[in-house]
């Protein structure tokens, strides 16, 4: 029976996780699935409770899950509290120890939320591109890293890009596999003109291509142009790899072509075992959203989204996971809406309306 780590976290979390629970009760059911959930604390709920953010048992729990969902840990009640025991220490160490090295970010626009976003929504409508970011290497983690005091009692601050050639080759496959559930087509950013790390990304992407993914298209693309071309014209993209720092921006930039944070999935993935199971962490880009917790208005569709991308790529529970999509997107175009979502002359629902009208459109 696959087991399901929920770990709802701060603020917000609890109350988006509680509609995701009931979506994937009704998944478990509709597939057979017979998962069993546990819940339990991270972030500063754990903090409160252990006087950690996450605590040893909470991690040994997430090594051995089939898959573990995150809410959102965070908000101001901890913003005193020592840097190491901070709640995003939980989200960084369950990273860390789980080693999730590839960051799935969709962006998607739903027609019927197409004028939400900044751009004209004849370019984002139906948008749907994938993020492939490598997310345990690169500048955030190279050495050396620091400040020194040189001779002349000035100071410099170093910070290293580091890719070795299997951290590149591994993301690549991630990217090349994703492409052949969806249209076959993959871009790779890099700066390969002024950076080493860039050529050698460019290098390794391309012989990995050749030697495994030849059948797929693959394009390189300048990171700076990808960035121009992702608010010029998003819909030429379909999966998109990059390397740590320029996939944080790039995914951001395309976060916000589709309008909300509290529509926005992601997953991150590790490698597969022998048996070709990768650990995984399923969580919406949102943060705890203190300012709005606790009133019942939270978007819980991120969420919701975040947990169909378990199904699809933990459980490759494909066609439920389609009908979970499918489920929100006739909930948008039946104009039901949160308040993050809604427009100027739209009525807007709660955060358990919200699970209700995605569990009717389900069943
Ligand atoms: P945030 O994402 O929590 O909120 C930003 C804005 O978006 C707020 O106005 C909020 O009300 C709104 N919002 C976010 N999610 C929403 C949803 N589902 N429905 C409706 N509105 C939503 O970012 P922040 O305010 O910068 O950070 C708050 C706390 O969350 C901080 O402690 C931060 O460190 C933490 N944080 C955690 C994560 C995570 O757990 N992955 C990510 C980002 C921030």
Request: hydrophobic share 40%.
């Amino acid at each position: 029976m696959p087991n399901i780590l929920l770990l709802a976290g701060d603020g917000i979390g609890p109350e988006v996780m509680a509609q995701t629970k009931r979506v994937l009760e009704w998944a478990s059911d509709k597939a057979s699935l017979n998962f069993t959930f546990q819940d339990a604390l991270a972030g500063g709920a754990s903090y409160d409770a252990h006087g950690t953010p996450l605590t040893d048992e909470v991690l040994e729990s997430a090594l051995n899950a089939d898959a573990v969902i995150l809410g959102a840990v965070g908000g101001p009640d901890y913003d005193n509290v020592e840097r190491h025991l901070r709640p995003e220490i939980a989200l960084l160490k369950l990273r860390k120890e789980l080693d999730l090295f590839a960051n799935l970010r969709p962006a998607i626009t739903y027609p019927s939320l197409a004028n939400a976003s900044s751009l004209k929504p004849e370019l984002v409508s139906g948008l749907d591109i994938l993020i492939v970011r490598e997310l345990t290497s690169g500048v955030y983690f190279g050495t050396p890293r620091g400040m020194e005091t040189l001779p002349d009692g000035t100071q410099r601050c170093v910070d290293t890009q580091s890719y070795t050639e299997a951290e590149i080759s591994r993301i690549a496959h991630v990217a090349f596999e994703l492409a052949k559930q969806r249209n076959n087509l993959v871009h790779s950013a890099e700066k390969a003109n002024v950076m080493e790390t860039g050529a050698f990304w460019r290098k390794i992407v391309t012989e990995t291509h050749a030697k495994h993914f030849s059948d797929i298209t693959l394009e390189h693309i300048l990171a700076d142009n990808c960035a121009m071309q992702l608010v010029r014209c998003p819909k030429q993209f379909d999966v998109l790899v990059t390397d740590n720092l320029f996939g944080d921006l790039l995914s951001d930039v395309a976060a916000m072509l589709t309008g909300s944070l509290g529509m926005l999935p992601s997953a991150s993935l590790g490698a597969p075992d022998v048996n070709g199971k990768r650990r995984a962490m399923y969580e919406p880009v949102h943060g705890s959203a203190p300012d709005i917790a606790g009133k019942n208005i939270a978007n819980p569709i991120a969420t919701i989204a975040s947990s169909s991308m378990m199904l699809r790529y933990s459980f490759n529970c494909e066609q439920i996971a389609n009908k979970i999509d499918k489920a929100i997107e006739t909930v948008l175009d039946n104009g039901l809406r949160t308040a993050d979502i809604a427009g100027d002359n739209d009525r807007s629902i709660s955060t358990t309306d919200m699970g209700d009208a995605i569990l009717q459109a389900l069943t």
